[in-house]
């Protein structure tokens, strides 16, 4: 009587041990099944098988989601699984691949952002070089306005001191002429005395010949 209490107190206690494990997370217990026979021995193997499974299912889970955290983002669960664990599994593989194709779009994203910033920073070269031929086109032209404007003042004052010529020219031209005016009628006026009759009356009257200047 007190053999077989004492069996089933040292089986409850392995049992306890092993759930306690299970329940901190700690799959790697065992109880050990030679301490006890008949189908207390059984019960222990049974739970040992369990807690076997769980923490070979559970290692396979931790170490796939290792693999993702390095970044190899390939790793998928393989394996015959039953109950919750397939569950798991099938999550698992789902979580990684949707995990690869947001990580393959952001790549794609950032490859096109990279492009689009090299053709950005191309079009700011080429806008800049443009700039500086522009503002050395805008120099030039403005001396060469500049140089046009002078010749413009050169010109404008030569056409001025032309035009002052002309006009003094123009005047001694007609000075000339009066003046030869004047000595063709004084002329007249002297031939006019010269032939005068002894009577004091020219043949042609001398007002005629003033009258005509």
Do not use: C, W
């Not at 041990?17 to 222990?44: E, P, Y």
């Not at 664990?85 to 790549?107: E, K, P, S, Y």
């Not at 050169?154 to 001025?160: G, H, I, M």
């Amino acid at each position: 009587m007190d053999a077989a209490k004492a069996s089933l107190l040292a089986i409850n206690t392995e049992i306890k041990r092993l759930a306690q494990a299970a329940a901190n997370g700690d799959f790697s217990q065992r109880g050990d099944a030679a301490r006890f026979k008949h189908d207390s021995a059984r019960m222990i193997n049974d739970l040992n098988a369990m807690m076997d499974v769980s923490d070979r299912n559970l290692g396979k889970l931790s170490e796939l989601l290792a693999s993702l955290a390095e970044g190899d983002l390939t790793a998928r669960l393989d394996g015959h699984y039953k109950g919750v664990f397939a569950r798991m599994r099938d999550d698992a593989n789902a979580t990684a691949t949707q995990l690869a194709g947001i990580v393959g779009r952001i790549q794609q994203a950032a490859s096109s952002i990279t492009g689009s910033a090299s053709e950005i920073a191309a079009g700011n070269n080429d806008l800049s070089q443009r700039t500086e031929q522009q503002a050395a086109d805008l120099e030039e032209t403005a001396a060469s306005m500049e140089e046009l404007t002078s010749t413009v003042k050169q010109n404008a004052e030569s056409a001025r001191q032309a035009n002052q010529l002309a006009i003094g020219a123009a005047a001694a031209n007609a000075m000339q002429q009066q003046a030869q005016q004047l000595d063709e009628a004084v002329s007249s006026f002297r031939v006019v005395a010269a032939t005068s009759n002894p009577f004091g009356h020219a043949r042609p009257p001398a007002r005629l010949a003033l009258a005509a200047y």
